[in-house]
């Protein structure tokens, strides 16, 4: 009934409902219900929900409680129930997903034309996939909410999870599991297929889940959302999660348990089928810190969204997202040899000789020397802070050997800013700075590439292999002299400014109105609803016999 009345208006602030439940809050009994193993079970997303619409009404102004008290709530059960009713949601659609897919037949080149031309027209198949993506916005806000407003929370999407929902059985054997869930909730190293040999501990997931961890189970969410960006239901929920991200990347205790190597997961993460590739799946990928499954999917994101509707927008937050997470790296610093390092170069290169080559179609739609210089930056500050994180000197050596041989790109890029930055027009003072970025870059290509031929020539050599260039650029390092870049580690930390709580507005009326026209009124059971309002809270010792 409470998601009924909260819905009933797509603007919530003229929603007098919302109002009433301000001045009379329940959000303790919502926690409660969250608590509670069977009231979980049957009313834990809408317990989310209205939590989540209630924490978004009138943000700014007057303190709002909901919105205060999530902020405050440090229950690690009521968090990690949260947590697992955000994850059965997504899990449900990731799931959805995988079986889709597999009941495709095998691709050919008739299949391949015939989806091409199929895609020219709106189809029922597109209108009900674009269903699908605003049904799971409501989850995603409400682990917006909780992730921005709630650092708890945040440490929490990242831990492993024991399962809060034991199947479904007696009453005695619900009791029993709820006491074990007290007691038990709390223990972080429970893994997806771990051994339990306690029979009074709490049962795991299905072992044929990917894994039990929030954090892991959105990133595989991701990659399946941000495949198709062109549809505007789409591309929101793309954004939304990529603001989940940021707020993550941010967060100390977070990153400290992404990187962890002793908290690994698998992460099956979905990528797009493009010319030169198939669709392909990480069927079995490997057990991995979470923080290389959050870069692959930046670089998948990279990979395969260089096409004439750039969505630039979510480019700059997913340049964001790397950099908070290499600053993180660099100040702890931390080595982890699994990390993508080698991709995420070349993702990075192949984004810059993108902006290069359109940059007379991009430059009337948005700042592209802005977008070039993050991820220009991002590379700098890899040459200059590199030897801190990465994994072992051959890896500074391979960055060194990727920036040689790429380097007409960078000298492209330095031409294309000196062009814009000579004239008189808006993106000016951008494509200075951006020039300034590329002077490290530069410098290695204009230093080695001469050491390189010489040694060719030397050599009689037309071809030289990738060991080779490296022997000449090991015994050059010495003259090789650098500019040293000012905050290449510093970033403007994530808030609702004007434009994001815009954005997030349109986000949550998009919520109300679908959530108003999928719930069904009728399906309440308003008799049993009554009948439990009205029964005590807590047990009543026995009557004494007159």
Not at 282 to 288: E, G, I
Not at 370 to 397: K, R
């Amino acid at each position: 009934m409470m998601v009924l009345a909260c819905t009933g208006n797509d603007n919530i602030v003229q929603n007098p409902f919302y109002e009433y439940f301000t001045q009379h809050s329940v959000f303790e009994s919502l926690v409660h219900i969250l608590c509670q193993t069977q009231g979980r079970l049957e009313l834990g997303q809408d317990a989310v929900v209205v939590v989540t619409l209630m924490a978004c009404y009138r943000k700014s102004g007057s303190a709002n409680p909901y919105m205060v008290k999530l902020s405050m709530l440090d229950d690690e059960l009521a968090l990690t129930a949260y947590a697992q009713v955000v994850m059965a949601s997504l899990g449900e659609f990731n799931e959805r997903y995988v079986q889709s897919r597999q009941a495709e037949p095998q691709s050919s080149w008739l299949s391949s034309l015939t989806s091409m031309v199929g895609s020219m027209f709106v189809s029922d198949e597109a209108e009900i996939r674009i269903g699908q993506v605003k049904a799971n916005d409501a989850g995603l806000l409400a682990l917006y909410q909780a992730v921005h407003l709630n650092r708890h929370f945040v440490g929490i999407i990242a831990q492993s999870l024991a399962d809060v929902n034991p199947p479904t059985t007696t009453v005695e054997q619900n009791e029993t599991a709820e006491e074990a869930n007290q007691s038990d909730i709390t223990n972080s190293n429970n893994t997806a297929g771990g051994d339990k040999t306690n029979v009074t501990s709490p049962p795991t997931l299905d072992v044929a889940m990917p894994t039990s961890n929030l954090m892991a189970t959105y990133l595989e969410y991701c990659s399946i959302i941000m495949q198709d960006t062109r549809s505007e239901a789409a591309f929101h929920s793309t954004k939304l999660c990529f603001l989940i991200l940021t707020c993550v990347s941010e967060d100390e205790y977070a990153n400290s348990l992404m990187h962890d190597p002793g908290l690994t997961f698998r992460v099956p993460l979905h990528r797009l089928p493009m010319r030169h590739r198939k669709s392909l799946t990480d069927k079995t990928p490997p057990f991995r810190p979470l923080v290389c499954g959050l870069l692959d999917l930046i670089i998948e994101f990279i990979l395969s969204h260089l096409m004439k509707k750039f969505p630039h927008e979510l480019y700059e937050l997913a340049l964001g997202v790397v950099l908070r997470v290499l600053c993180h790296q660099k100040r702890c610093r931390l080595r982890l040899s699994l990390c993508p390092w080698k991709e995420l170069w070349a993702a990075l290169i192949a984004l810059l000789k993108f902006l290069h080559s359109s940059d007379s179609a991009l430059i009337r739609k948005f700042d592209l020397f802005a977008l070039a210089t993050q991820a220009v930056n991002i590379l700098n500050l890899f040459v200059t802070f590199g030897d801190t994180f990465l994994p072992s000197p051959q890896s500074y050596d391979d960055l060194y050997y990727e920036i040689i041989r790429m380097h007409h790109v960078f000298d492209n890029l330095h031409a294309m800013a000196l062009r814009y930055s000579t004239g008189e027009n808006e993106f000016r003072e951008s494509a200075v700075r951006l020039s300034a970025a590329l002077i490290n870059v530069r410098a290695i290509g204009q230093h080695f590439k001469p050491k390189v031929e010489m040694w060719m020539e030397s050599q009689k050599l037309s071809t030289p292999t990738q060991d080779q260039i490296l022997e000449v650029v090991r015994s050059h390092y010495d003259s090789l002299t650098l500019k040293l870049h000012e905050s290449l580690d510093a970033y403007e930390r994530y808030a609702e400014r004007p434009p994001v709580a815009a954005f997030l507005s349109s986000i949550l009326r998009s919520v109300v109105s679908v959530i108003r026209s999928t719930t069904d009124p009728s399906s309440i059971d308003a008799h049993r609803l009554l009948l439990e309002s009205t029964a005590p809270t807590t047990p009543t010792s026995p009557s004494v016999p007159n």
